[in-house]
């Protein structure tokens, strides 16, 4: 299978997309130190992701508040209901790990969320940056607390910004 990508610049930085041809797979922030690079076998093609391209940057122009792309992540079973239920917090709004463990069904596993939300392969768009601590305060995020906070600022939520 081919995997193609395509980077783009945005207020956060610059951003590495994958797909398949057929859903998106990855969407990095590739300044972090852990960041996917291209590798030799990928092939660059920007018009295979131009619609996520597009979204992206009207999402970042404020012109979008949420994501309408087929997407594939690749995880386990787990970590693709925590992925999908991040899809339903809606744009300005922000969520516990505890709460998002009790809306999937599995009240005592808020860490296992924790982790999952962290190895999230499709940042931005599965938007694992509305999930934040119990006490209301901003936890880790893999793009940043920085970033965190430019992007809840930006779908204007308006609650506790501290760490």
Request: aromatic content about 8%; some cysteine; hydrophobic content about 35%.
């Amino acid at each position: 299978m081919t995997i193609y990508f395509s980077t783009m610049d945005s207020p956060v930085g610059a951003l590495l997309l994958t797909g398949d041809g057929r859903s998106l797979t990855m969407l990095s922030m590739s300044d972090q130190d852990d960041a996917p690079r291209p590798q030799a076998d990928w092939q660059r093609d920007d018009e295979v992701l131009a619609e996520p391209r597009a979204q992206l940057s009207a999402y970042f122009a404020g012109e979008r508040h949420s994501f309408d792309l087929p997407l594939d992540p690749a995880g386990t079973d787990f970590q693709r209901r925590v992925w999908r239920a991040l899809r339903d917090i809606p744009c300005g709004a922000t969520e516990s790990y505890g709460a998002l463990a009790q809306r999937i069904e599995s009240p005592g596993a808020s860490r296992a969320v924790g982790l999952a939300n962290g190895r999230n392969p499709i940042a931005i768009i599965i938007p694992c940056h509305r999930v934040i601590g119990a006490n209301g305060r901003l936890t880790g995020y893999a793009g940043g607390l920085e970033r965190k906070r430019w992007l809840l600022t930006h779908e204007g939520y308006r609650g506790d910004m501290r760490q």
